[in-house]
């Protein structure tokens, strides 16, 4: 028998995580922006390896779909959002070179 103390437990313990990844999803997507920036500021992508952004957006693909899945908040907007900048930096990096 699951008592009332065990679900209110439960439930604190599924806020704190909720917080916890939200808080992860939000600093993993920020340290993102300083190269969003810089390149979009400077035009200069010389140094950006295609190859490994287009296999990093292929990660974060992979990685939005499995948050669908989860239904999972954090993973999702992570993901859907960092694909976006790293979409802009190859398409940057096309564009510049």
């Known amino acids: ?29 920020i340290a993102f922006l300083p190269q969003v920036i810089k390149t979009h500021r400077s035009k200069h992508t010389k140094d950006l390896s295609l190859e490994m952004y287009i296999v990093f957006s292929i990660g974060l693909i992979l990685w ?21 900048l790293c979409v802009y930096l190859i398409m940057l990096k096309i564009k510049y070179g």
């Open 64 to 84: 939005t779909v499995y948050g669908v899945v989860l239904q999972s908040l954090p993973i999702i907007l992570a993901n859907s959002i960092t694909l976006l």
């Open 1 to 29: 028998m699951i008592y009332i103390n065990e679900i209110s437990l439960y439930s604190n313990l599924m806020d704190m995580m909720f917080i916890i990844g939200m808080l992860a999803a939000i600093l993993t997507t």
